[in-house]
């Protein structure tokens, strides 16, 4: 299995390991270190900066992962197509879970997940204006 994952597996136990004993704080406290990178935005964050220093960023994990599936639940009851926009936040958040570096990177995947969201916002957005019959006017 760690072949397969080019050796993420065995990085993950390590980082794992090095939480039990650093739980807090992490590596900000530490004279140890995790050798390698682990490839889980979150799991990098809390062996990097502890549970303290990754709290922030694990609450807007939960808030955005109970958002999208309130969100999809609501669509699917009310018999609604699902949104574009949360199957691209929620790719993203996905993703996060095998890469360290993705709401931010690895470049072209994360560069087309936001143009494809801007353009449906875009879309979205003239679409309601017209329904409205409003004119968009932009002044420069």
């Not at 470049?107 to 019959?133: C, D, I, P």
Request: hydrophobic share 45%; with cysteine; net charge positive.
């Amino acid at each position: 299995m760690d072949n397969l994952s080019a050796g993420r597996v065995k990085i993950y136990e390590i980082a794992i390991i090095f939480l039990k004993n650093n739980f807090f704080l992490g590596e900000l406290n530490s004279s140890e270190y995790v050798p390698g990178i682990a490839h889980n935005y979150l799991l990098n964050k809390v062996v990097k900066y502890g549970l303290i220093g990754s709290i922030p960023l694990i609450f807007l994990y939960l808030y955005i992962v109970i958002f999208i599936f309130k969100t999809l639940l609501k669509q699917i009851k009310l018999g609604r197509n699902i949104n574009l926009s949360l199957l691209l936040i929620w790719q993203a958040i996905i993703i996060s879970f095998f890469e360290y570096s993705y709401p931010y990177g690895p470049g072209v995947s994360q560069a087309l997940s936001w143009f494809l969201l801007g353009q449906y916002l875009s879309r979205t957005f003239y679409e309601k204006m017209e329904s409205r019959n409003e004119g968009i006017c932009f002044i420069s």
